[in-house]
């Protein structure tokens, strides 16, 4: 049974920081790209950040970029998102997500194969 489990998430000050952990088990972590999702209150589920199995490449939805950086660990099966400078509008659940796919079509949410249940994110003004 594969499981990604998110931890992390909180409730910080606009400008603060936060570190987002994913821990999966259940799958053969370093041949998979991951990546992370956010669903603010009234939203679609936006893609964030992924990053390649090699852990070589990332990529940015353009709201994020300079502030979120995704990092992976495949010794510890585990994938990262350092979130800084946070915005009221970075407000969501933040989701991890696991694809076959190669990171380039990691952007929609069909080409996800397995998700996390979630870790919310409340920055305030």
């Known amino acids: 049974q594969v499981l990604l489990v998110e931890s992390g998430g909180g409730l910080v000050q606009a400008g603060g920081s936060l570190r987002l952990t994913c821990a999966a088990s259940?799958?053969?972590?370093?041949?998979?790209?991951m990546g992370w999702f956010r669903q603010a209150p009234g939203k679609e589920r936006e893609f964030v950040a992924a990053?390649?199995?090699?852990?070589?490449?990332?990529y940015y939805v353009d709201s994020v970029k300079g502030r979120f950086s995704i990092s992976r660990d495949n010794a510890k099966n585990t994938v990262y998102l350092q979130v800084n400078n946070l915005k009221p509008e970075d407000t969501a659940v933040y989701y991890c997500?696991?694809?076959?796919?190669?990171?380039?079509?990691?952007?929609?949410?069909?080409?996800?194969?397995?998700w996390g249940q979630g870790t919310q994110v409340t920055v305030s003004s």
């Open positions: 990053i390649a199995w090699s852990g070589d490449y990332t």
């Open positions: 259940g799958m053969r972590f370093n041949t998979f790209t």
């Open positions: 997500a696991a694809s076959y796919l190669p990171m380039s079509s990691m952007t929609l949410d069909s080409a996800v194969r397995y």
